[in-house]
């Protein structure tokens, strides 16, 4: 890491293996001693009908945002009344907040507020007490792999681990000069900023590569590979026109449905038959499950077996998602299937993953939007001709991997990113690279940074 950074010219051992060698100039010292740590005490969460459109904000861990602070416009809203007569901590600009249990060590920094406002239960405040450190600095310092690596010591609890405000306290903080610290946090706020924009844009081209890929699956089962066959309406408005010697039919017509047994069995890791859920549809074929339900458990829980070649699909909710097993499994009440009887799988397949338009618009809404069976047999499905199915699957699948390894690649670029996003942080927190010279690249009008 320090390659293109300077470095401090003597250093000293920590006595800490996450920190290792510090400036010499630097010190450890716990966060109790610096610090303010507090947590909310008293009244635990509010129900839903407590909640307001507007007034002070309440915040969790699940409002902060990727960029290290707080979405307030996701928050909720308490009564003036309830946070006057209950609030018994608040939150102030340059406030740290960490998560303590659930997803332990999630970190934001306050940089302004738009009102009052406070934090749940499962949060810690903390706050610079003595003017010791940059809080900047110190939201940087618990981002890092040290205070990642802290955590697992201190953290208790078995099916729900949390730490404690007391272990929080315990850590030991690594400090320099406050001058030195704001010249980190300035140095870590640009070039985080810089790798979370590239971070953002690969995420932006993952997307736009899901919808060009969905657009050419689309087009493809929908219209076919002969730009000059001739069209017709289908009669189905998000179809569309399809190739007149097509036959528009229903899914009942061309596959049987299959709905699984609502007793959950019980479920083991090593042998029976492979139990797939939502879980197990992240890729187009189903080879193999996490979990299994031996024959004895699935006796006992009266449940079905589905036979391999199937195209089973979400009916609830996340609608479009779809997969064929290449094994027999068992499937959850989150999904149910189609069983091919005169239309090839690989082709149904493709027709379910575009239908999402349909099943909303037929489905019933409870908590969570569900489609039947009724809803699953009637499916416009369209039939070309067993050839064109299969040059039509064949052009999806090569289309399919041309998009697959593109978004993959993106995947790599990044999980390098967030590496080197990671690894810069712990790198300046912990004194490996010197940055006190370090100033803030100029901006030309052509967007380039260039030395100051």
Not at 6 to 25: C, M, R, T, W
Not at 177 to 206: G, R, S, Y
Not at 427 to 436: E, S
Request: glycine share 6%; proline share 4%.
């Amino acid at each position: 890491m320090a390659g293109k950074y300077q470095v401090y010219s003597e250093f000293k051992n920590s006595g800490l293996d996450y920190y290792g060698e510090i400036p010499a100039h630097w010190h450890v010292e716990k966060i109790k001693y610096n610090s303010y740590v507090k947590g909310r005490q008293g009244w635990q969460n509010l129900r839903s009908e407590e909640y307001q459109d507007e007034g002070p904000y309440l915040v969790t861990g699940a409002h902060f945002d990727k960029e290290g602070g707080v979405s307030w416009n996701q928050c909720h809203h308490i009564s003036e009344e309830r946070y006057d007569r209950d609030v018994d901590i608040w939150i102030e600009e340059n406030d740290v907040l960490i998560t303590k249990d659930g997803t332990i060590g999630k970190v934001a920094f306050i940089h302004s507020l738009p009102d009052k406002a406070c934090l749940n239960s499962h949060l810690l405040i903390i706050r610079d007490l003595y003017s010791k450190y940059d809080q900047r600095f110190l939201y940087h310092l618990l981002s890092s792999a040290c205070f990642k690596g802290f955590i697992p010591t201190r953290q208790t609890g078995t099916t729900f681990m949390g730490i404690t405000q007391e272990a929080i306290e315990e850590f030991p903080l690594v400090l320099s000069p406050v001058d030195e610290q704001q010249k980190i946090a300035n140095f870590l706020d640009h070039e985080t900023a810089k790798i979370d924009t590239l971070i953002d844009k690969q995420q932006q081209l993952i997307t736009l590569l899901k919808e060009k890929r969905q657009a050419v699956i689309s087009h493809a089962v929908t219209k076919g590979l002969n730009p000059n066959a001739p069209m017709r309406d289908s009669g189905v408005e998000w179809l569309g026109e399809v190739p007149e010697h097509w036959e528009v039919t229903r899914a009942k017509f061309v596959s049987n449905i299959f709905v699984p047994q609502r007793n959950k069995p019980d479920l083991n890791d090593l042998t029976g038959i492979a139990w797939a859920t939502m879980e197990d549809m992240k890729n187009r074929y189903i080879n193999s499950t996490k979990q299994f339900v031996s024959f004895d458990a699935s006796r006992v829980a009266g449940s079905k077996t589905l036979k391999a070649g199937s195209v089973i699909a979400s009916c609830v909710g996340n609608f479009g998602v779809t997969a064929i097993n290449k094994v027999d499994v068992i499937i959850n009440q989150q999904l149910q299937a189609f069983v091919p009887t005169g239309i090839k799988s690989e082709y149904l397949r493709e027709i379910v993953s575009i239908s999402t338009v349909y099943f909303e618009l037929i489905g019933t809404a409870a908590t969570l939007v569900y489609v039947n069976q009724q809803g699953f047999e009637n499916l416009p499905v369209l039939v070309p001709s067993e050839g064109e199915q299969n040059d039509i699957c064949a052009f999806v699948d090569k289309e399919c991997d041309k998009f697959d390894k593109l978004m993959q690649l993106c995947e790599t670029t990044t999980h390098l990113l967030k590496e080197r996003r990671t690894a810069l942080i712990s790198a300046a927190v912990t004194g490996k690279i010197d940055v006190r010279n370090w100033q803030a690249p100029v901006t030309t009008n052509n967007n380039k940074e260039v030395a100051p």
